[in-house]
Nanobody, 117 residues
Framework: QVQLVESGGGLVQPGGSLRLSCAASGRSFSIETMGWYRQAPGKQRELVATVTSGGNRNFADSVKGRFTISRAGATVYLQMSSLKPEDTALYYC?????????????WGQGTQVTVSS
């Protein structure tokens, strides 16, 4: 079993910045891809950004040039800049985990990001 613990959400004014962190913990596992998804009220969950163990990154068009994603082992960071009200959502950490010969996707509990003046 792997746990994902997120931190860093909060309230920020438009144009501001926030950094989200997500740390994975457990026994004898490896992670190929980690990333962030978000879900705004009344909308479906959508991809924000992902990063593979090899450093390949993928971003939603809506955040390109404003968000960056980085990773240090089993911890992934999302640096969000030039935030807009439409970035307001519950942000979920996601990890594609291999352990004991099996592969499973894990989700964090979510951290709220609110962009408002």
């Amino acid at each position: 079993q792997v746990q994902l613990v997120e931190s860093g959400g909060g309230l920020v004014q438009p144009g501001g910045s926030l950094r989200l962190s997500c740390a994975a913990s457990g026994r004898s596992f490896s992670i190929e891809t980690m990333g962030w998804y978000r879900q705004a009220p009344g909308k479906q969950r959508e991809l924000v950004a992902t990063v593979t163990s090899g450093g390949n990154r993928n971003f939603a068009d809506s955040v390109k040039g404003r968000f960056t994603i980085s990773r240090a082992g089993a911890t992934v960071y999302l640096q969000m800049s030039s935030l807009k009200p439409e970035d307001t959502a519950l942000y979920y950490c996601n990890a594609d985990v291999s352990s004991a010969g099996s592969r499973k996707t894990y989700w964090g509990q979510g951290t709220q990001v609110t962009v408002s003046s």
